[in-house]
C-alpha cells in the first residue's frame, strides 16, 4: 500500500513538472517533439547538475501568471513583423497598431523571472513606428534562441 501511494505521488509530481515544462513560452514545442517521461526527468536531473545553462525556471511565475505570459507570448509571436539576426542575439520587431510597449515590457518582465540568462533590450525606433525587442545573453544564447524560435541560419 505505501509503495502504491509512492508510485501515485510521484507520477502527480511528474504531470505537474511536465505541465510547467510544457509551458514555458520559450520551450513551446510541438506534440511530437515534446519530451516525456524519462526525457524530462533526464532534462530536470541536467538542469539540477548544472550542465545546461539555458533552461526555464518553472517555479518562477504562479499558475495564473504563467498563463497570462503564455497568452502574451503568443499574442507577440504571431504578432511579430521581422526577425532580425545580430552579432549577439535576435531582434523581434513589432508594429505599434499590432503590440503596444507596455506589452512587450510586461512580457520581459515576466520572461526575466523564469529565464534569467537573457539579457532583454527594448527600443522604439522609426519615430515610434517600430517596437524592436532585442534578445541577447552569455555565449550560446543565440544558438539557444535560433532553436527555441525555429529560425533559419
Known amino acids: 500500500m505505501k509503495n502504491k501511494l ?3 505521488i510521484g507520477r502527480k509530481k511528474g504531470m505537474v513538472a511536465t505541465s510547467a515544462l510544457l509551458l514555458c513560452p520559450w520551450c ?3 506534440a511530437e517533439t515534446r519530451p516525456t517521461g524519462k526525457a524530462i526527468a533526464q532534462k530536470e536531473e541536467k538542469m539540477a547538475e ?3 545553462r539555458f ?3 518553472t517555479k518562477a511565475l504562479s499558475p495564473a501568471e504563467r498563463i497570462k505570459h503564455e497568452a502574451l507570448t ?3 509571436l504571431s504578432a511579430r513583423k521581422a526577425t ?3 552579432e549577439k542575439g535576435y531582434e523581434l520587431q513589432f508594429s505599434p497598431a499590432d503590440v503596444t510597449v507596455l506589452e512587450v515590457a510586461e512580457w520581459v518582465v515576466a520572461e526575466s523571472k523564469c529565464c534569467s540568462f537573457f539579457d532583454f533590450h527594448i527600443d522604439l525606433e522609426n519615430v515610434g513606428t517600430l517596437i524592436c ?3 541577447t545573453g552569455i555565449d550560446g544564447v543565440k544558438q539557444f534562441i535560433r532553436t527555441e524560435f525555429h529560425l533559419l541560419n
Do not use: D
Open 28 to 30: 513551446i514545442t510541438s
Open 6 to 8: 509512492k508510485q501515485t
Open 84 to 86: 532580425v539576426e545580430t
Open 50 to 52: 548544472g550542465t545546461n
Open 55 to 57: 533552461y526555464c525556471n
Open 74 to 76: 503568443k499574442k507577440l
Open 133 to 135: 525587442l532585442r534578445l
